[in-house]
């Protein structure tokens, strides 16, 4: 499968721990956004990145949230000492940099449940 | 700022029904606009998407959506519902700001389609 990939697909902590969530993108694709998906809600802008340079940020994004896309390839999104508020589903997107509309491919999303 | 708003969170029709599922957009800007369709436990898949070639714009699995910038409307219809089509729908305006290459995606709140037997 070439699509976009997420690991782990369901993660549960509990309140105060770490969590490390990965995505690979498309391999090609040069662009890669992450979006937090709440119960009931459409889905909700976190960052981007054009290769691998972190080029913005939500206002959602708190100091708790960090986000990496060291080589141009694969993204982690780290949340350090969670809250329950943080309970979501994390989607990543990548597209291509090309000309005309740029559609986003998602991945499944990462799960978590913060107890 | 841009925004989409679905104008409808749960639609009901029977299966050989029409579908209609409503999206109107703001945008300061030409707009880039999308629907894409979310089943349970699977990833959001693009349905279709609105380039500014065409105001009438078809997607997969028989799905269509007409822009109308006078009505600032991006509606998705499908002449025939079919029993997979229950999920969750998704209008979407690509953040497509003169001199800014971010092309964030804002979401509306999704609109639950259930088909009937």
């Known amino acids: 499968d070439t699509g976009v990939s997420q690991n782990p697909r369901h993660k549960i902590t509990k309140r105060g721990q770490n969590v490390t969530f990965r995505c690979d993108p498309i391999?090609?694709?040069?662009?890669l956004y992450w979006y937090r998906q709440t119960l009931g809600q459409g889905p909700e802008f976190l960052t981007y990145?054009?290769?691998?340079?972190?080029?913005?940020k939500s206002r959602l994004l708190s100091d708790r949230f960090s986000a990496e896309r060291p080589k141009g390839s694969f993204s982690t999104l780290e949340i350090q000492r969670t809250e329950q508020g943080d309970s979501a589903m994390y989607l990543c997107?990548?597209?291509?940099?090309?000309?005309?509309?740029?559609?986003?491919?998602f991945g499944p999303g990462t799960r978590l449940t913060v107890t | 700022a841009q925004s989409v708003t679905q104008l409808d969170s749960h639609v009901s029709v029977s299966e050989g029904t029409p579908v209609l599922l409503r999206c109107n957009y703001s945008?300061?800007?030409?707009?880039?606009l999308f629907w894409y369709v979310q089943h349970p436990n699977k990833g959001l898949q693009l349905l279709l998407k609105?380039?500014?070639?065409?105001?009438l714009v078809k997607g997969i699995n028989g799905f269509e959506a007409e822009f109308k910038k006078s009505e600032t409307s991006f509606h998705l219809t499908k002449p025939s519902a079919h029993m997979s089509d229950a999920a969750e729908y998704f209008c979407?305006?690509?953040?497509?700001?003169?001199?800014?290459?971010?092309?964030?995606?804002?979401f509306g709140t999704g609109t639950r389609l259930k088909v009937l037997a």
């Open positions: 979407v305006v690509s953040d497509a700001r003169r001199n800014s290459g971010t092309y964030k995606y804002i």
């Open positions: 945008s300061s800007y030409s707009p880039s």
């Open positions: 990145f054009q290769n691998e340079a972190q080029l913005e």
């Open positions: 997107a990548s597209s291509l940099r090309a000309t005309g509309v740029y559609e986003q491919y």
């Open positions: 391999s090609e694709h040069n662009r």
């Open positions: 609105y380039t500014s070639a065409a105001t």
